[in-house]
């Protein structure tokens, strides 16, 4: 089983990786790897450069279970996929369907579901109202330690940021709702308004409120 994968960033083409690993000149292999969503946007800068991901391996169905084709998912961190492995025990989340749900990032999640923010988490791709209440009933006593991570700037390798800066749990999910509400009021598109929102959140100095957050938004609207 494949655990991490460390090469060269050749591209990437709907949501799907590709790692090179080793010399063109001498022989290489390339790796097909499926990224979370919010993942593929902050990869698009590192294209050409070396990535190391942690892997997490699966056999897909294929012509009503004639065929198995061995399939590759690819996180950022450690964190970033043991969120997954646990996101993924919920009733109705797949595999491939939560690659595509995890359109922000392990902490803005997992402090939704914490905070039992359902409005939240049905803003996401694939999640319906009925799959994030799912999730809530299913998770809420098991994201603490992703939410607490976040919180006090701890990697998903288990270190710790110099410049982070202690935020309470559940924050992020708590300003990246009234963001998601304040945009559609203003008539945004819901998913473009994730898009906006996980880009934001992302930045090494992350918003220390709602308006600010709103602001980076429209910076970033804008291509400032």
Same mark, same amino acid.
């Given at each position: 089983?494949?655990?991490?994968?460390?090469?060269?960033?050749?591209?990437?083409?709907?949501?799907?990786?590709? /790692?090179?690993?080793?010399?063109?000149?001498?022989?290489?292999?390339?790796?097909?790897?499926?990224?979370?969503?919010?993942?593929?946007?902050?990869?698009?800068?590192? #294209? +050409? +450069?070396?990535?190391?991901?942690?892997?997490?391996?699966?056999?897909?169905?294929?012509?009503? !279970?004639?065929s198995m084709i061995p399939r590759l998912?690819?996180?950022?961190?450690?964190?970033?996929?043991?969120?997954?492995e646990l996101f993924t025990t919920c009733? !109705?989340?797949?595999? @491939?369907?939560?690659?595509? $749900?995890?359109?922000?990032? *392990?902490?803005?999640?997992? !402090?939704?579901?914490?905070?039992?923010? /359902?409005?939240?988490? =049905? &803003?996401?791709?694939?999640?319906?109202?009925?799959?994030?209440?799912?999730? /809530?009933?299913?998770?809420?006593?098991?994201?603490?330690?992703?939410?607490?991570?976040?919180?006090?700037?701890? *990697?998903?390798?288990? @270190?710790? @940021?110099? &410049?982070? @800066?202690?935020?309470?749990?559940? +924050?992020?999910?708590?300003?990246?709702?009234? $963001?998601?509400?304040?945009?559609? $009021?203003?008539?945004?598109?819901?998913?473009?308004? /994730? =898009?906006?929102?996980? $880009?934001?959140? &992302?930045?090494?100095?992350?918003?220390?409120?709602? *308006?600010?957050?709103?602001?980076? #938004?429209?910076?970033?609207?804008a291509g400032a």
């Amino acid at each position: 089983m494949i655990a991490r994968i460390h090469g060269i960033l050749d591209s990437i083409d709907d949501g799907v990786a590709f /790692v090179r690993i080793g010399d063109p000149a001498t022989g290489a292999l390339t790796y097909e790897v499926r990224l979370p969503s919010f993942a593929v946007t902050r990869l698009m800068d590192s #294209i +050409g +450069g070396a990535v190391t991901l942690h892997t997490f391996n699966w056999l897909e169905s294929q012509g009503q !279970g004639s065929s198995m084709i061995p399939r590759l998912a690819g996180f950022l961190t450690a964190g970033d996929l043991r969120f997954y492995e646990l996101f993924t025990t919920c009733k !109705g989340i797949g595999y @491939k369907r939560a690659l595509r $749900a995890f359109a922000l990032d *392990t902490a803005t999640i997992a !402090g939704a579901i914490a905070d039992r923010d /359902v409005s939240l988490l =049905q &803003s996401l791709p694939e999640v319906g109202k009925r799959t994030a209440e799912t999730i /809530v009933l299913t998770l809420k006593d098991k994201v603490n330690s992703f939410v607490s991570a976040a919180a006090y700037g701890a *990697t998903g390798d288990g @270190k710790k @940021k110099g &410049s982070a @800066k202690p935020q309470a749990a559940g +924050g992020a999910g708590s300003m990246a709702r009234e $963001a998601m509400e304040t945009l559609l $009021a203003l008539g945004e598109n819901r998913v473009q308004a /994730v =898009q906006w929102i996980d $880009a934001a959140m &992302s930045e090494d100095d992350r918003p220390k409120d709602v *308006t600010e957050l709103i602001n980076r #938004i429209y910076r970033i609207k804008a291509g400032a």
